[in-house]
Each structure stands twice: as C-alpha cells, then as structure tokens.
C-alpha cells in the first residue's frame, strides 16, 4: 500500500511539475524550476508526515531533509547564469544581492543538516517544518514573484 501511495503522489508531483513548466525556453531556468520544484516534493514529504496523513518514515524524513540540503548547496551555482524567462518566478534582485541570497541558501543547507542529524521521530517534525519552511520563506518574500 505504501508504493502505492509514494507512486500516486510521485506522479502527481511529475504531472504537476511539467505542467508548471510547460513553455519554459530558457535551459538554465527550466534546470532552477526543476530543482526548487524537487525541493518543494521533499517539504510536501515531510508536510504529509506532520499532518500524519502519511505514517511517519524516519528513513524517508531523513532522505527528505538531506536531499533539500543537497538542492540548496546547489543553488548558487543554479543561479550563478543571470538567465531569465517569462515563466521564471525569479526576480532579477538575486543577481543585484546574489551574496545574500546564496548565504540564505547556505544557511538552509546548514539547518537541513542539523536537521537531518537531529530528527528521531515525529514530535520532531513541527521544528523541522517550521525552520526548513522558515528558510524558504526568508528567500521566497524577497527573491521570487
């Protein structure tokens, strides 16, 4: 029932993902809406679990959280290219201020990593939402549409 489960909402997530960036031309753009929308997947993981309308996973919470760590240490390099798209949610200040939008983005990759370490079961999920989700929202107000 589980693979069932992680396979609708996989699916959902592709179909999803594709749909949201349909018309997308620019390369460099179409790889950073893939890597924040695989970033947003992982939270959703962990959101379920919060929820509980998915069972608690402690091997899966952990992968979730290292892998949002894993796509943050990358996204300086993802926006290293000012590259820019009519569907880029993306505001040009990033490359004005890109120090501190990729100490923001450090600083996720940090916390994702205490995170990961830390978590034991879920009582620990409502720290690990607020402060990955905190992060996200720290750079979202500021350097996305």
């Known amino acids: 029932m589980r693979s069932f489960v992680v396979s609708v909402v996989s699916i959902s997530l ?10 997308v031309k620019n390369e460099d753009v179409m790889k950073r809406m893939k890597q924040m929308s695989e970033m947003a997947s992982n939270m959703k993981v962990l959101g379920a679990m ?25 996204t300086g390099k993802s926006f290293a290219t000012k590259a820019e798209d009519p569907k880029s949610e993306a505001k040009p ?21 205490q995170l990961q370490s830390s978590l034991k079961g879920p009582e620990d999920l409502r720290n690990v ?12 107000s500021k350097y996305r549409e």
């Open 93 to 113: 200040i990033i490359w004005d201020e890109f120090d501190e939008f990729t100490k923001l983005a450090d600083a996720l990759t940090k916390d994702a990593l």
């Open 14 to 23: 592709v179909a999803s993902a594709v749909f949201a960036h349909s018309g």
């Open 129 to 140: 939402m607020a402060t990955l989700g905190g992060a996200c929202k720290q750079c979202h």
């Open 50 to 74: 919060m929820k509980q309308q998915q069972p608690f996973d402690l091997p899966l919470a952990k992968a979730a959280i290292s892998k949002i760590g894993e796509l943050s240490a990358e």
